[in-house]
């Protein structure tokens, strides 16, 4: 298996657990638990900001001594938009599953203090859709750059069947900016049908990092450098989150040129 395709270690509890040490980087960190009605997952740390994303059910959300009640009102990624929690640096938090829970922990780093524990509804979350044709996805912004954080940029992509994503491929690992932002990021994918895959590729233009890698549902990719397209098959939508960090928090990336044609096709 690559290095950089991580299948859930279990069927319960914290079956996915990205560290920036795990993973050979600075900035980003990626858990995922399960959770059976009852059951607890929780966690803060000095210096790691978070974001909870609701990938499917509903839990009982306290961030230190603040009880944001239930939250959550899908049963999967692919059935609406998400609740979050955006969490400071520093704040315990706790998730009491009410039913079946999928959750998803985004960190980076962060000192605390500069933003407030906030409750991220579905209701406020900007949509969008990218490209068109065989070329089409859906996107959910949960924390974009212009909403409140230190260093997290998180959002949800739903690629329908047969589609490539994060394509043309485009890559953003150079400190160049206006031009281009230095940016680790982990995909988190599930496929609609379950029993389905999909494909994603991490490559350099020396062809240093070339790597292609099936996916299936549950997989999460890290990209430390490089572009990183993604292709569903036929008949199976790909729904991916992604979780961005690094130096500055801004989204600024690099198409590969060969390909920038399709842009203008």
Known sequence: MSKLK????????RIVHVTPESAGWTHVGFDIWKLKPGEVAGGGEEGRELCLVFIGGKGHVFVGAKD?????????PFEGKPWS??????????????NDVTLAVCTAPGEGGKFPARVIPPEG????????????????????????????????????????????????????????????????HRLNPPQGFAFQRVYTDD???????????????????????????HGYDLYYLN??????RTWKFHNAPEHAWLLKA
Not at 68 to 76: Q, T, Y
């Open 125 to 188: 979350l900007h949509q969008e859709t990218r490209g068109k044709g065989s070329n089409t996805r859906h996107v959910t912004n949960i924390i974009p750059e212009w909403d409140p954080a230190e260093g997290l940029l998180v959002v949800e992509v739903i690629t329908p069947g047969g589609c490539t994503s994060s394509y043309p491929p485009h890559k953003h690992d150079q400190d160049n900016l206006p031009h281009e932002s230095l940016l680790e990021e982990t995909y988190y």
């Open 6 to 13: 991580i299948h859930p270690t279990t069927d319960n509890g």
């Open 207 to 233: 062809r240093s990092l070339d790597e292609a890698m099936a996916v299936e549902d549950g997989d999460v990719t890290l990209v430390p450098r490089g572009y990183h397209p993604c292709a569903t098959t």
């Open 243 to 248: 979780v961005m960090a690094g130096p500055k």
């Open 68 to 76: 944001f009640g239930v939250l959550g009102e899908r049963n999967s």
């Open 85 to 98: 929690v955006y969490i400071p640096a520093g704040e315990p938090w706790k998730v009491t599953a009410e």
